[in-house]
């Protein structure tokens, strides 16, 4: 079979230039000099015949055929060290960057002390970690894996389990006494809630009553913000209803902060996943991680 056999030169030294950003730093990771790295950079831009790099004296950046380039190249970089690795597997330590996307509350609540752990754990692995509860494309964004609260949608990503939860509505003691704790669903419309932005509908709060059916129950919320921090507060100061995991209001709850709601009625389950792109060979860095996960986490809960 025929091919171009320069097809794949300077991907590797290409992908390391996308992602930091610098002849420099880019020949520190290689093992090159920063020379180097130019050269190599130039000779793709005349084969390709288009420009990658936006170049200044000071910094450069991608165009956008560079950044279309650089998703298809990262890909085909990351499928290259699989190749590799799984003919040896057994004998490798998990090494590596790894790239998770994590929404914050997951950061507060179990990140923050699980973390340190894991690098203790695998020396080898190193992280980068963006926080943002609003859901990324992580195939576009190049992330190993993303963790995910509740419903997921239908996509080609594969899910693990990390662990089920409940979703719980809660309020502070002194909100209840002032504004009288609601005995039905229905009885949110005369509350001040605080929604959650990213939820399909902040107007809106789904629950499931007694016979398994599911109600939609119109509220006006007072708040509506995209941090679960920011939310837990603003109840804990008794200016309103919230709708959340339980084992992020958990504390809250057992030190008499807030005070559960509709607890007669049957709560949403919901799941925490690790999710990452269909492969046929799973990174081991993001193997150990899922497992490390799925295992502190089910000995919390």
């Known amino acids: 079979m025929g091919g171009n056999s320069q097809l794949l030169d300077g991907m590797v030294v290409f992908v390391t230039v996308a992602e930091t950003l610098s002849f420099t730093k880019a020949a520190q990771v290689l093992s090159h000099s920063p020379s180097y790295i130019s050269k190599e950079m130039n000779q793709l831009e005349q084969r390709m015949a288009v420009q990658l790099l936006h170049r200044t004296t000071r910094s450069i950046s991608l165009t956008e055929e560079g950044h279309q380039y650089y998703l298809r190249c990262r890909q085909i970089v990351d499928d290259a060290n699989l190749a590799q690795a799984s003919l040896s597997r057994a004998q490798h330590k998990p090494s590596g960057l790894l790239r998770i996307n994590a929404p914050e509350i ?12 894991f690098l203790n754990q695998y020396e080898d692995i190193n992280v980068v970690i963006d926080l943002s509860d609003e859901l990324v494309n ?9 963790i995910r609260i509740g419903k997921l949608k239908d996509s080609n990503l594969i899910a693990k389990k990390l662990m089920d939860t ?8 002194s909100y209840l006494k002032r504004y009288g704790k609601p005995i039905k669903h229905s009885e949110l419309n005369n509350h ?4 959650y932005r990213y939820q ?8 499931t009553i007694a016979n398994g059916k599911e109600v939609s129950i119109p509220v006006t919320p007072r708040v509506v913000c ?3 921090s920011l939310q837990l507060s603003i109840s804990k100061m008794d200016a309103g209803i919230v709708r959340m995991p339980l084992f992020y209001c958990q504390q809250a709850i057992d030190n008499g902060e807030l005070e559960l709601i509709f607890d007669d009625y049957p709560s949403a389950e919901i799941g925490v996943y690790a999710v990452y792109p269909h ?10 991680f899922i497992d490390f996960m799925a295992n502190a986490l089910a000995a919390d809960y």
């Open 200 to 207: 399909p509908n902040p107007k809106v709060w789904s629950y």
């Open 279 to 288: 492969k046929q060979f799973l990174a081991t860095k993001v193997k150990v």
């Open 226 to 228: 995209n941090n679960a």
């Open 138 to 146: 992580i195939v576009e964004e190049s992330y190993d894996l993303a």
């Open 106 to 117: 997951i950061a507060e609540s179990h990140l923050n002390d699980l973390i340190g752990e």
């Open 192 to 195: 001040k809630c605080i929604s």
């Open 166 to 173: 409940r979703l719980v509505t809660v309020a502070s003691p």
